[in-house]
């Protein structure tokens, strides 16, 4: 039993062992990811990762390691039951979504470093990246495009999307994120966690940017309810999902 506490306590002692404030990595290598992982794992919530907004992918590789550690070690230590082997062969994929051109242009409110065409790096030297970090690109769907074009019902039939176990919103700006969450309405479960890497900026106001865009989303979903999960850093926090 005490072996399987300290397994369960480690992403947590990791992420405060190695709690840094990096302009680009307020969720990538800390606790939001890790931390999100393990739940998933220990109550097996079904589901790909999906990542909005991937930059240099720092994230989507720490995602790629902490999810699939958190499975072997569930793999170890949880009873085989038919349920659980259903879920542990559903390998979940790893699906990158950017217009790989940085940010689009726009007449609303940003932040200084919110400019047309920030954190652009190419579709190639992302993949290469994260290859780089030994995630395996033969799990890895990249769909590439400004969301109000690329996100689309056809987008998910082409890549059979069903269910999201781990999504990671880093799309900074508001009139961005609006399609995004359109996107996930019927991508999201019981157990589904939403990392918002940009929830505090434009200081903190709820009117603008991802607090903005996902109340309305809220207000227009009334079956959804989002359970505060975990704070991170100056900017980022995470929610669990809830159908009511």
Same mark, same amino acid.
């Given at each position: 039993m005490r072996q399987l506490v300290k397994r369960l306590l480690q992403p947590i002692r990791e992420a405060a062992g190695r709690f840094v404030i990096d302009p680009h990595s307020y969720?990538?290598?800390?606790?939001?990811?890790?931390?999100?992982? *393990?739940?998933?794992?220990?109550? &097996?919530?079904a589901g790909d990762y999906l990542e909005f907004g991937v930059f240099e992918g720092a994230?989507? @590789?720490? @995602?790629?390691?902490?999810?699939?550690? &958190?499975?072997a070690v569930v793999r170890r230590e949880v009873p085989h039951t038919p349920a659980f082997v259903e879920w542990l062969d559903a390998?979940?994929?790893?699906?990158?979504?950017?217009?790989?051109?940085?940010?689009?242009?726009?007449?609303?409110?940003? /932040? !200084?470093?919110?400019?047309?065409? @920030?954190?652009?790096?190419?579709?190639? /030297?992302?993949?290469?990246?994260?290859? +780089?970090?030994?995630?395996? $690109?033969?799990? !890895?769907?990249?769909?590439?495009?400004?969301?109000?074009?690329? $996100?689309?019902?056809? +987008?998910? &039939?082409?890549? /059979?999307l069903r269910r999201a176990a781990l999504i990671l919103?880093?799309?900074? $700006?508001?009139? *961005?994120?609006?399609?995004? $969450?359109?996107?996930?309405?019927?991508?999201?479960?019981?157990?589904?966690?939403?990392?918002?890497?940009?929830?505090?900026?434009?200081?903190?106001?709820?009117? /603008?940017?991802?607090q903005r865009a996902c109340a309305e989303w809220l207000a227009r979903n009334p079956q959804l309810e989002l359970i505060e999960y975990w704070r991170e850093g100056p900017q980022a926090m995470s929610f669990i999902v809830n159908m009511k």
């Open positions: 969720v990538g290598g800390n606790g939001a990811i890790r931390t999100s992982s *393990s739940f998933i794992a220990w109550n &097996q919530v994230s989507f @590789a720490e @995602a790629y390691r902490a999810m699939e550690r &958190q499975r390998s979940p994929r790893y699906i990158a979504f950017d217009s790989f051109a940085g940010l689009p242009a726009g007449d609303a409110a940003r /932040q !200084v470093d919110y400019h047309p065409g @920030a954190y652009a790096c190419s579709e190639s /030297q992302f993949r290469a990246n994260i290859a +780089a970090k030994g995630v395996d $690109l033969g799990r !890895v769907i990249t769909v590439p495009g400004m969301y109000d074009v690329s $996100l689309t019902q056809q +987008a998910k &039939q082409r890549h /059979q919103i880093d799309c900074d $700006l508001y009139e *961005s994120t609006v399609p995004v $969450l359109d996107f996930i309405t019927d991508l999201v479960g019981q157990g589904t966690i939403i990392i918002f890497h940009d929830w505090f900026r434009f200081k903190g106001d709820p009117r /603008q940017g991802e």
